[in-house]
Protein backbone atom coordinates (compact mmCIF):
# COMPACT_ATOMS: atom_id res chain seq x y z
CA UNK A 1 0.00 0.00 0.00
CA UNK A 2 2.83 2.59 0.98
CA UNK A 3 4.72 1.72 -1.84
CA UNK A 4 1.39 2.42 -4.37
CA UNK A 5 1.19 5.39 -2.96
CA UNK A 6 4.71 6.73 -3.88
CA UNK A 7 3.97 5.92 -6.96
CA UNK A 8 1.15 7.17 -7.57
CA UNK A 9 2.82 10.54 -5.77
CA UNK A 10 5.23 10.28 -8.47
CA UNK A 11 3.33 10.29 -11.54
CA UNK A 12 0.93 12.94 -10.00
CA UNK A 13 3.85 15.24 -9.63
CA UNK A 14 5.15 14.50 -13.17
CA UNK A 15 2.14 15.26 -14.54
CA UNK A 16 1.18 18.17 -13.20
CA UNK A 17 5.03 19.23 -14.06
CA UNK A 18 4.02 18.91 -17.96
CA UNK A 19 2.36 22.16 -20.27
CA UNK A 20 -1.49 21.64 -20.93
CA UNK A 21 -2.03 19.14 -23.49
CA UNK A 22 1.13 17.51 -23.26
CA UNK A 23 1.68 13.80 -23.25
CA UNK A 24 4.98 13.09 -23.31
CA UNK A 25 7.52 13.11 -20.21
CA UNK A 26 9.91 16.23 -20.21
CA UNK A 27 12.41 17.24 -17.51
CA UNK A 28 12.19 20.65 -16.22
CA UNK A 29 14.81 23.15 -17.64
CA UNK A 30 17.33 24.33 -15.22
CA UNK A 31 18.25 27.74 -14.87
CA UNK A 32 21.23 27.76 -17.38
CA UNK A 33 18.81 25.76 -20.03
CA UNK A 34 16.93 26.98 -22.90
CA UNK A 35 13.22 26.66 -22.75
CA UNK A 36 12.24 23.54 -23.76
CA UNK A 37 9.57 23.78 -26.87
CA UNK A 38 6.45 23.06 -24.89
CA UNK A 39 6.86 25.71 -22.29
CA UNK A 40 6.21 28.44 -25.40
CA UNK A 41 2.78 30.22 -24.31
CA UNK A 42 -0.59 29.97 -25.62
CA UNK A 43 -1.20 32.34 -28.41
CA UNK A 44 -1.84 35.77 -27.40
CA UNK A 45 -0.48 35.23 -23.70
CA UNK A 46 2.00 37.96 -22.96
CA UNK A 47 5.16 36.75 -20.65
CA UNK A 48 8.15 38.28 -18.92
CA UNK A 49 9.94 37.38 -21.84
CA UNK A 50 7.94 39.34 -24.60
CA UNK A 51 8.24 42.87 -22.42
CA UNK A 52 11.92 42.39 -21.83
CA UNK A 53 14.03 44.35 -24.16
CA UNK A 54 16.39 42.63 -26.92
CA UNK A 55 20.09 42.35 -26.36
CA UNK A 56 20.31 45.12 -29.16
CA UNK A 57 17.75 47.22 -27.82
CA UNK A 58 19.96 47.13 -24.16
CA UNK A 59 22.89 48.14 -26.54
CA UNK A 60 21.76 51.09 -28.56
CA UNK A 61 20.10 52.00 -25.32
CA UNK A 62 23.99 52.03 -23.19
CA UNK A 63 25.32 53.47 -26.53
CA UNK A 64 22.98 56.09 -26.41
CA UNK A 65 23.41 56.73 -22.86
CA UNK A 66 26.84 57.55 -23.00
CA UNK A 67 26.63 60.18 -25.97
CA UNK A 68 25.57 63.45 -24.82
CA UNK A 69 22.68 64.23 -26.87
CA UNK A 70 20.82 67.63 -27.84
CA UNK A 71 17.28 67.89 -27.88
CA UNK A 72 14.49 70.18 -28.04
CA UNK A 73 11.24 69.73 -26.19
CA UNK A 74 8.18 71.95 -25.27
CA UNK A 75 6.24 71.10 -22.15
CA UNK A 76 4.58 72.57 -18.83
CA UNK A 77 6.87 72.93 -15.86
CA UNK A 78 5.37 71.08 -13.04
CA UNK A 79 7.59 72.17 -10.42
CA UNK A 80 10.47 74.53 -9.92
CA UNK A 81 13.35 73.42 -6.76
CA UNK A 82 15.97 76.35 -6.28
CA UNK A 83 18.25 73.70 -3.56
CA UNK A 84 18.41 71.30 -5.84
CA UNK A 85 18.85 73.13 -8.88
CA UNK A 86 16.12 71.05 -10.89
CA UNK A 87 13.17 72.24 -13.20
CA UNK A 88 10.06 69.46 -13.46
CA UNK A 89 8.99 69.70 -16.48
CA UNK A 90 5.89 67.27 -17.96
CA UNK A 91 6.82 67.24 -21.67
CA UNK A 92 5.57 66.09 -25.21
CA UNK A 93 8.09 63.40 -26.97
CA UNK A 94 11.67 63.88 -27.95
CA UNK A 95 11.73 62.46 -31.54
CA UNK A 96 15.80 63.14 -31.47
CA UNK A 97 16.13 60.59 -28.30
CA UNK A 98 13.12 58.53 -28.71
CA UNK A 99 11.43 59.42 -25.78
CA UNK A 100 7.99 59.72 -25.03
CA UNK A 101 5.85 62.03 -23.71
CA UNK A 102 6.38 62.14 -19.83
CA UNK A 103 7.20 64.08 -16.44
CA UNK A 104 11.10 64.42 -15.49
CA UNK A 105 13.05 66.94 -13.54
CA UNK A 106 15.98 68.52 -15.52
CA UNK A 107 18.98 69.83 -14.33
CA UNK A 108 18.98 74.06 -14.86
CA UNK A 109 21.15 76.95 -13.62
CA UNK A 110 20.14 79.21 -10.97
CA UNK A 111 19.08 81.88 -13.87
CA UNK A 112 16.85 79.24 -15.47
CA UNK A 113 14.99 78.17 -11.99
CA UNK A 114 14.59 81.85 -11.23
CA UNK A 115 13.01 82.57 -14.57
CA UNK A 116 10.01 79.93 -14.75
CA UNK A 117 7.22 79.15 -12.68
CA UNK A 118 4.84 76.02 -12.04
CA UNK A 119 2.03 76.02 -14.53
CA UNK A 120 4.23 78.03 -17.50
CA UNK A 121 4.24 76.44 -20.21
CA UNK A 122 7.61 76.55 -21.92
CA UNK A 123 10.10 75.80 -24.60
CA UNK A 124 13.56 74.55 -23.78
CA UNK A 125 16.75 72.82 -25.41
CA UNK A 126 18.66 70.36 -23.41
CA UNK A 127 21.61 68.03 -22.83
CA UNK A 128 21.02 64.27 -22.31
CA UNK A 129 23.54 62.11 -21.58
CA UNK A 130 22.46 58.70 -19.78
CA UNK A 131 20.09 59.58 -16.93
CA UNK A 132 21.26 63.02 -16.90
CA UNK A 133 19.44 65.73 -18.87
CA UNK A 134 20.30 69.75 -18.25
CA UNK A 135 18.56 72.33 -19.52
CA UNK A 136 20.78 74.84 -21.98
CA UNK A 137 17.56 76.90 -23.27
CA UNK A 138 14.43 77.73 -21.24
CA UNK A 139 11.50 79.89 -22.36
CA UNK A 140 8.08 80.62 -21.97
CA UNK A 141 5.98 80.08 -25.04
CA UNK A 142 4.13 82.72 -26.56
Known amino acids: MKLQAIVFSTVLLAA?????GSTEEQPMPEATQQP????APSAGATTAADMQMSEAEHKQMAGDAQAATMAMATGTV???DAGTGKITIAHGPVEALKWPA???AFKASPEQVAS????????FEFESKGMDSTITRIAPMK
Open 16 to 20: CSQQP
Open 36 to 39: MPND
Open 78 to 80: ESV
Open 102 to 104: MTM
Open 116 to 123: VKPGQKVE
